[in-house]
């Protein structure tokens, strides 16, 4: 079974860092990309950040663009959430994905389907 463990959460003041790390867990498997997502409460998930393996190409929501950088890791299997100048405002449960579509709906402008989901890493940003 194909499993995506998500770390690197915690409680950060504002205009601070952290990193976050996703890995798949159980199995390797083949992924043309992977992305990021987060839940507040009270609000429904959103889309944070998402990279495509072949050309290396990176998408970012308005809201993160300029703080946050997506990046790969050793394998396809593995990917980082740099965020910087952290806000209150990204507090959220953040998820990993994985996206095993062949054809880069992203670069339409189209949201892929992400097949494999993270239970996700709570990160709280203080004021």
């Known amino acids: 079974q194909v499993q995506l463990v998500e770390s690197g959460g915690g409680l950060v003041q504002a205009g601070g860092s952290l990193r976050l790390s996703c890995a798949a867990s159980g199995r390797t498997f083949s992924s043309f990309g992977m992305g990021w997502f987060r839940q507040a409460p009270g609000k429904e998930r959103e889309f944070v950040a998402a990279i495509r393996w072949s050309g290396g190409s990176t998408y970012y929501a308005d809201s993160v663009k300029g703080r946050f950088t997506i990046s790969g890791g050793s394998t396809k299997d593995t990917m980082y959430l740099q965020m910087d100048k952290l806000k209150p405002e990204d507090t959220a449960v953040y998820y990993c994905?994985?996206?095993?579509?062949?054809?880069?709906?992203?670069?339409?402008?189209?949201?892929?389907?992400?097949?494999?989901w993270g239970q996700g890493t709570q990160v709280t940003v203080s004021s």
């Open positions: 994905a994985a996206d095993t579509q062949r054809t880069n709906l992203l670069a339409l402008g189209i949201m892929p389907r992400y097949d494999y």
